[in-house]
């Protein structure tokens, strides 16, 4: 007996009976009862199944299922076409074969940025730890190329392991990733790396202390410098900022204002810098000053004449 709800639209239940016919196959009939919950109307369907043994590991399924209005009958053959297959069954008792299937791939320097392996231009990048599922692993060979035979179809999980990368480089793209492995093709994943840039530059304060009209131009220490999401640093005590490890690509760096003393705001108050493969933009300088306080003007009501007459003469107060 089943029972398979959808709440609020659809409840399918029923029985079924399957004949084990020993050695021959076996028939399966069953009645469920679908009821449409929205529209408060119900109706039966009918399931009549038959599975017959063939020859060579074969099978032989016909399959009817009517439901309101229609009415399917299936036929199926099934079984072992190549070594290592699986025949699968779903609840309607209808039964597909999933052949294993190929992932392959290549790690590469990816030096021009357009995402291809390019043969004349590219490197292949060896010895890169490769997993799949995070239980098995295989390693890049000298074209940089991994392989996993007798994959099962369907979700898997495939990354290649950062330390194995040279110090300077990193992943164009996400390392880990989620795939869907297709059935009677080969599914290529590739990962391509770049050679990282860096950012080196100052960070600085006017000190106001001794004369506001001439300000000392010192070192600022601790002051938070941001790359992007991921990527920051802090100023050391000579005021000295050093980002590395930056894949190539467009930064706005900015200065945190959480670690910015009070009263004071950086100029600029952001710097656009791009990054290519394996530069260092150096020169980067944030200087931290006290905006000038805005001047108010403000319009003095205006006076109204009054006279006094005392006598001819009159005085305006």
């Known amino acids: 007996m089943h029972d398979q709800l959808q709440p609020r639209s659809l409840n399918r239940y029923g029985a079924e009976w399957l004949l084990d016919l020993t050695a021959r196959g076996r028939m399966r ?28 590991g074969h099978r032989l399924q016909l399959t009817y299922s009517g439901e309101r209005g229609t009415h399917m009958l299936s036929f199926v053959i099934g079984g ?10 779903d609840v309607d008792g209808r039964i597909s074969v999933a052949a294993p299937a190929r ?49 099962k179809p369907g979700a898997h999980s495939v990354r290649a392991d950062l330390a194995d990368v040279p110090a300077d480089m990193v992943f164009a793209d996400n390392a880990a990733r989620k795939i869907a492995i297709l059935p009677y093709r080969d ?65 706005h760096l900015r200065v945190d204002p ?25 020169g980067v300088h944030f200087q931290l000053v006290m905006p000038p306080k805005p001047v108010i003007i403000k319009d003095l009501p205006k006076q109204q004449s009054r006279s006094v007459t005392s006598g001819v003469r009159t005085e305006l107060n």
């Open 29 to 56: 009939v069953g009645m469920d009862r679908l009821v449409d919950l929205q529209r408060k109307r119900g109706y039966y369907v009918p399931v009549l199944g038959l599975t017959l043994k063939l020859p060579g």
């Open 103 to 151: 992932l392959e791939g290549r790690v590469y320097d990816d030096s021009d940025l357009n995402g291809v392996f390019d043969s004349g231009k590219d490197a292949p990048v060896s010895d890169v730890t490769v997993w799949l599922d995070e239980n098995t692993s295989v390693q890049t060979d000298a074209n940089g190329m991994y392989r996993f035979d007798q994959v």
């Open 258 to 282: 959480e670690t910015i003393p009070k009263g004071y705001a950086a100029s600029p108050e952001q710097m656009e810098i791009r990054i290519r493969p394996g530069e260092t933009v150096r």
């Open 80 to 89: 072992r076409v190549v070594d290592r297959q699986e025949v699968r069954q």
């Open 187 to 251: 599914n290529t994943q590739n990962f391509a790396v770049v050679h990282t840039g860096g950012v080196t530059g100052k960070v600085t304060y006017l000190d106001y202390s001794q004369n506001a009209d001439k300000p000392v131009e010192r070192p600022m220490q601790d002051a938070r410098v941001i790359a992007d999401d991921e990527r920051d640093t802090y100023s050391d005590v000579q005021g000295n900022i050093m980002l590395g490890s930056l894949p190539p690509g467009v930064y």
